[in-house]
């Protein structure tokens, strides 16, 4: 017996053998998995110029930078001097560190750089858009400025940023040489009014420049809208991506009936917890609650309807893709910008028409009929707001139903089901609100639709087990949605009422989205087209990206609470509510379908 027991005692070579298993198990999963996938993601910057390269190195270097502001913005505060907004509300939003007036405006002038030498060379209609809301929102800030001096020197370096782009848009690109004199010009259409402000500050004492360049950044807030709601669809991407991994990691790496045993843990915790919140919830109104989660129950059902509407239409048609959850992700990825276009569509059309009202208004009317004037228009704005934009989202959910129908009828299931799926969903939201229709079904947070997916999760892993068909790749199938599911639970903490006071989770779920967002733009930065040529894309996107930023750090610097809480968590998490979860439902369903596993 002394033999065999001598076998078991550790030798020279078990260490090794030790550090080998550890690393297959994590560091060799991350090489194979999780840097394989970011790795195709990347912007590549081969093939452009050595001038060209360092100008994206540089705005992505400005957008880290910018990133890490975000989260410790704080210290920035604590460590400035401290000047009043004049125009703000009594409390913490009355205060803006000195060293953010000229951060900001030269920010802002790098971004208006970066994306305006992007447009430079591309469409004619992407020339035009990014050149007019240049125009609008300079006309506006120097209009803001004019009483502290005359108007032209800004008036001129705006008019030399027009002559500029008419005589080179037909011009062999030449960026490095383009970007530069575009960021002198617009640098000095900035420059002039905070020149002439700053001589007024030191001659009256009131720092009249800080409130004007606190309206001047509020009124871009609506423009970078688009983008953070794009962020909750990147949060939706990389909650699937992630449970991916892991799923990935635990195929490659363990045995069948470990697999099995993870999927089984993981399913009864998930179950365990969502049927004792569920339980906790109730019992708290059981009159009103049942009703929440009858409405709750909306949600999946929505999703199945369009799941099976769209199975049904692309049976009919001549040719139909397969509907996997690849599928599924990148045709949410192509549809999202449009989508979301197409939500905020009556928002960015008030925002022109205030620009260009506020412009006409600040340049050519005189002091006191001035004031009023923008009063009323600001007015007037928040009603055009108020009164269409409820309806307008009513009729375009609807468009968007119409137009999953018709992709189903030329066999694009992918796209049909959500659109399908967006549509429907938004739809049943919209009805079981508070003030509509169906608002006894009202419900709110993630409670409700959890314990539904998590019980159908746990209804189609019994009927597998009951009829023998619970394979390993439908083991693995289920382990991913009750990841992904569970993965979603952990946004909750965004939607926290004191966000905008203790905001750091909203500002991280912003600051990561962004990160995410530049780490896998490759797939749409890396193409090029003869209207949107591989580095104009990449000078758009960082040009946004830096305007983003700056605008949520202007925000939060200055404690301003209703901009912080727009622009650090409802935007972000109503994106990942209404744009990213009817993607990640329709991937439930798509990885669950009989049809994408083997039976035994």
């Known amino acids: 017996m002394s033999n065999p027991l001598r076998r078991l005692k550790p030798t020279s070579l078990t260490p090794a053998a030790l550090l080998g298993l550890i690393w297959a198990l994590t560091f060799g999963a991350l090489r194979d998995f999780v840097w394989a996938d970011l790795k195709a993601g990347l912007i590549d910057l081969r093939g452009l110029s050595r ?242 989660f009858v409405g709750a129950f909306g949600v999946p059902a929505c999703i199945g309807l369009a799941w099976w509407t769209v199975r049904r239409l692309a049976t009919r048609a001549t040719q139909s893709e397969p509907l996997s959850s690849e599928h599924v992700l990148n045709a949410a990825d192509k549809a999202a910008l449009p989508l979301i276009i197409g939500y905020t569509l009556v928002q960015l059309y008030i925002f022109v028409m205030l620009n260009l009202v506020m412009a006409f208004i600040a340049n050519f009317a005189d002091g006191q009929v001035s004031a009023m004037a923008e009063l009323a228009a600001s007015a007037y704005a928040d009603f055009l707001n108020n009164q269409y934009t409820p309806v307008w989202r009513v009729v375009f959910f609807g468009l968007v139903v119409l137009a999953g129908i018709t992709q189903a009828r030329r066999g694009r299931q992918a796209l049909a089901v959500y659109l399908c799926g967006f549509g429907l969903m938004a739809l049943w939201i919209e009805m079981a609100d ?29 009927v597998w087990l009951i009829r023998r068909e619970l394979t390993p790749a439908r083991a693995a199938a289920l382990l991913m949605v009750v990841l992904v599911s569970g993965l979603l639970r952990q946004t909750a ?8 006071l203790f905001g750091f989770a909203g500002v991280g779920f912003i600051a990561f989205g962004l990160i995410w967002d530049a780490l896998t733009a490759g797939s749409w930065a890396n193409v090029s087209s003869p209207g949107l040529p591989r580095a104009g894309r990449i000078f758009l996107y960082l040009g946004y990206v830096l305007l983003t930023v700056t605008l949520v750090n202007w925000a939060l610097s200055t404690h301003d609470l209703s901009q912080t809480a727009q622009l650090t968590g409802d935007a972000a998490t109503f994106g990942l509510d209404r744009f990213g979860k009817p993607m990640l439902y329709a991937i439930y369903l798509a990885t669950l379908w009989p049809a994408n596993h083997t039976k035994p």
């Open 51 to 292: 001038v060209t390269r360092g100008l994206i190195l540089l705005g992505f270097a400005l957008m880290v930078l910018m990133i890490g502001l975000l989260l410790f913005n704080d210290f920035w505060r604590a460590s400035a001097d401290l000047v009043p907004l004049t125009n703000s509300l009594a409390g913490r939003g009355t205060l803006a560190p000195l060293s953010l007036l000229p951060a900001t405006l030269f920010l802002l002038a790098m971004a208006w750089s970066f994306a305006l030498a992007g447009a430079l060379h591309s469409h004619w209609a992407i020339r035009l858009g990014v050149v007019s809301l240049f125009v609008m929102v300079s006309m506006t800030w120097i209009g803001a400025t004019a009483g502290w001096g005359s108007p032209w020197g800004g008036l001129v370096a705006l008019a030399g940023v027009i002559v500029f782009f008419l005589v080179r848009q037909r011009r062999r690109p030449r960026l490095g040489v383009e970007f530069s004199v575009l960021l002198g010009l617009v640098s000095l259409t900035f420059l002039f009014p905070q020149a002439q402000g700053l001589a007024d500050w030191q001659i009256s004492g009131t720092p009249l420049l800080v409130s004007k360049v606190n309206g001047h950044v509020q009124t871009l807030s609506s423009l970078v809208l688009p983008l953070l709601l794009l962020i909750g669809l990147s949060m939706a991407n990389f909650t699937y991506v992630t449970a991916g991994w892991v799923v990935r990691i635990a195929q490659d790496r363990l045995p069948r009936i470990a697999l099995l045993g993870v999927m089984a843990i993981a399913l009864g915790l998930r179950l365990h917890n969502v049927v004792t919140t569920a339980l906790e919830t109730f019992l708290r109104a059981p009159g009103q609650e049942v009703w929440a």
């Open 434 to 462: 508070i003030g509509r229709p169906l608002s006894l079904l009202t419900w709110y947070g993630p409670t409700y639709t959890d314990f539904w997916w998590t019980i159908i999760f746990s209804v189609v892993a019994l």
């Open 493 to 500: 903490f965004i939607n926290n009422r004191f966000t905008p």
